[in-house]
């Protein structure tokens, strides 16, 4: 079934295809070992120069770009894939676990790119990135909760009115939660952008 602009899709299915419709946890996985390596190579550091590495060294520089860079990647490459409905550029899934992937670890080497320390813009935007990670948790669960294909279209089964019931609340908190998570994401990167112009002035321009 094709999706034209502005047009929300619906596939006709039976309970064969649901059950076999149902998410993985398998990028979580791979988010916590990407996550458990990354821990690892902080705590060598950490041991190696007997300090934590400060936001504004080598390391910290570095885990600080890679991991905005995911988030980044987060807030953008699905959002595209999404409009790009006709583009062969692989299944929604796919893109949804990089997605739930990028959103987990870019946000966790930031949290270490901080150096512990929460103040001023800086402790703003670490701030936003717990809040628009625990905000992304919420909405996979609502999300999985509404059956769909690889493709990422809703899937429409025979049902009773219970079960009908309960998938249009679903969806009615899906789009509740839609609507207040975009805007944290943008208070985020705002925050997130002001932080990285201070930093390059501040260790470019007055130096």
């Known amino acids: ?3 034209s602009a502005g047009e929300k899709v ?12 149902r998410r993985s946890d398998k990028e979580l996985w791979e988010a916590l070992l990407a996550m458990a390596v990354i821990s690892g190579v ?11 590495p400060a936001a504004g060294g080598l390391f910290g520089h570095l ?5 905005f860079l995911l988030m980044l990647s987060t807030e953008t490459l699905y ?5 790009a409905v006709r583009a062969q550029w692989g299944p929604m899934a796919s893109w949804l676990e990089l997605h739930i992937f990028s959103g987990i670890v ?3 080497m930031v949290l270490l790119h901080s150096s512990w320390k929460f103040n001023g813009i800086a402790g703003v935007t670490t701030l936003l990135t717990v809040i628009i990670v625990v905000s992304g948790f919420i ?6 909760r509404i059956p769909r294909n690889l493709e990422g279209i809703e899937l429409v089964t025979p049902e009773g009115q219970a079960q009908s019931t309960a998938l249009a609340r679903t969806r009615r908190f899906f789009a509740i939660w839609h609507a207040v998570h975009i805007p944290i994401g943008l208070a985020l990167f ?14 470019t321009l007055l130096h």
């Open 63 to 67: 885990i600080g770009v890679v991991g």
């Open 106 to 108: 870019g946000p966790f």
């Open 1 to 3: 079934m094709r999706q």
């Open 190 to 203: 705002t925050a997130a952008f002001i932080h990285i112009g201070a930093a390059l002035y501040y260790a």
């Open 42 to 52: 902080y705590i060598f550091v950490v041991r190696w120069t007997h300090a934590i």
């Open 139 to 144: 909405g996979r669960y609502i999300y999985t």
């Open 10 to 21: 619906y596939e006709r299915v039976g309970p064969a295809k649901l059950r076999g419709s």
């Open 79 to 83: 959002s595209f894939r999404k409009r």
